[in-house]
């Protein structure tokens, strides 16, 4: 299947740890993105990689460290998890261009103890 | 600060009324403007998209642009149970990120 998808979907973990999510596109896009979506459901946009290439980096905590290792995957690390960081992580693609519709994978939800 | 603002809701229509979502936004230079649908518990799911001024129509979905006043709106028409939803707005400033509204709850009534 065509898709965005992101694994895991679900992370339970403990305050201090460190955790990774990973993300994948088979649609050909050029643009990736990383967006949190907390409690009140507001979608902010984190990160942002064309072709690999960082190009958005939001005011975000320098604990969260995005890799892409090639056009087609981007991928989050977490370091030292915080309770504010329980939220759900949706990774997005698009092809370039301001003007491009985004797609979103199905969603991380990170739950911190 | 570039801000797209939109009605949280819950807005409740009636099934097979039609539904009006509007939302406005700040930066005069935005190019282009998208219409999600969130789930409960899922991810936003594109339904439309507009460039030009006007309106642009697909199947029940009508979304309607007035760069001047700075707003964009998506119509539902013949509304059933499952449009129930979160819609969110999100708008692209020129040269800048997308910035996606708080979202709008919809509501339809049985």
């Known amino acids: 299947d065509t898709a965005v998808s992101q694994t895991p979907k679900y992370l339970v973990t403990q305050m201090g740890n460190d955790k990774s999510i990973k993300c994948e596109q088979n649609?050909?896009?050029?643009?990736m993105y990383w967006y949190k979506q907390d409690s009140k459901k507001f979608l902010k946009i984190m990160f942002s990689?064309?072709?690999?290439?960082?190009?958005i980096n939001e005011t975000v905590p320098n604990r969260f460290s995005p890799k892409s290792p090639d056009k087609a995957h981007l991928n989050l690390h977490i370091n030292s998890l915080e309770l504010g960081d329980s939220a759900v992580y949706f990774c997005?693609?698009?092809?370039?261009?301001?003007?491009?519709?985004?797609?979103f994978g199905d969603g991380t939800r990170l739950s911190i103890l | 600060q570039k801000e797209v603002e939109q009605n949280s809701g819950p807005l409740s229509v009636p099934e097979g009324a039609i539904a009006s979502l509007n939302c406005t936004y700040s930066?005069?230079?935005?190019?282009?403007f998208f219409w999600y649908r969130q789930y409960s518990g899922k991810s936003p799911e594109l339904i439309m998209f507009?460039?030009?001024?006007g309106d642009k129509e697909d199947g029940r979905f009508t979304a309607q642009l007035n760069k001047a006043s700075q707003y964009v709106s998506l119509l539902i028409r013949d509304s059933q149970p499952s449009d129930s939803a979160t819609y969110l707005c999100?708008?692209?400033?020129?040269?800048?990120?997308?910035?996606f509204g708080k979202g709008t709850r919809l509501h339809i009534l049985p």
């Open positions: 997005a693609s698009s092809f370039n261009g301001d003007n491009q519709p985004q797609h």
């Open positions: 649609l050909g896009h050029d643009t």
């Open positions: 990689y064309n072709n690999k290439e960082l190009i």
């Open positions: 930066d005069r230079g935005s190019q282009s």
């Open positions: 507009i460039y030009s001024n």
């Open positions: 999100a708008v692209n400033p020129r040269d800048d990120k997308i910035i």
